[in-house]
């Protein structure tokens, strides 16, 4: 059984630009959430993905958006980039919509210069 | 609205000694509780979780949390504690059907 992967593990752009991050869940998993941790803080929920379709939303614009495929890998993209948005972006993996145990892969470090 | 305070940044303790951090929630009903370890660079383990039943639960590398309703926390703690438990580690709370909601965190300098 594998785990929660991402890609890449480090990128670096450039303010007005725009990113995406990969994600793979883990075996049987349909449900992907997306977290944004700044330095220093804990992770800030983005949004949710179940069964394709965004579920779930936390306080980010709608320049941060998601994709969900049939194999319940994800995306994450980010238009406009903006300083802040550097950060360690975590993708975590559930059996389902309403799981309460998340896996976590080992996050994409943003860095927006 | 639902929140979660981890008072202590940052903890320092000798290798050995025991540790408890403190987690303070904020949730209407019944939350589901966890606590997560986050070494530098790294994602997210969990070390344990509360859904209901015994309030004291056991997780992995011998930590144990305990939920107190009336106090609304949820403490790690961890009677001897090892070199390698230097680390960065949070609380959560998740509230409704999707969203997990994180402490700010606490790191863990063990000393030798």
């Known amino acids: 059984e594998t785990g929660v992967t991402q890609s890449p593990t480090h990128l670096i752009k450039t303010r007005g630009q725009q990113v995406t991050l990969r994600c793979s869940s883990q075996s049987g998993h349909n449900t992907v959430s997306w977290y944004q941790q700044a330095l220093g803080q804990g992770p800030q929920f983005i949004f949710q993905y179940y069964r394709e379709e965004e579920n779930g939303r936390g306080n980010f614009p709608p320049r941060f958006s998601g994709l969900q495929f049939p194999n319940y890998s994800s995306e994450l993209n980010v238009n406009a980039l903006e300083l802040d948005d550097s950060a360690l972006y975590l993708c975590?993996?559930?059996?389902?919509?309403?799981?309460?145990?998340?896996?976590f892969g080992p996050g994409t470090r943003l860095t927006v210069t | 609205a639902q929140s979660v305070t981890q008072p202590d940044i940052h903890i320092t303790v000798s290798e050995g000694a025991s540790l408890e951090l403190r987690c303070n929630y904020s949730y209407g009903a019944t939350p589901y509780l966890f606590w997560y370890v986050q070494s530098p660079g790294q994602g997210l383990q969990l070390l344990l979780k509360y859904f209901s039943g015994d309030t004291l639960v056991q997780g992995i590398k011998g930590f144990e949390a305990e939920f107190k309703r009336s106090q609304s926390s949820f403490n790690l703690r961890k009677p001897s504690v090892h070199w390698s438990d230097a680390a960065e580690y949070f609380c959560a709370v998740k509230a409704g059907g999707f969203k997990t909601i994180f402490g700010a965190g606490t790191r863990l300098f063990v000393k030798a």
């Open positions: 975590a993996s559930s059996l389902q919509t309403g799981g309460w145990e998340q896996y």
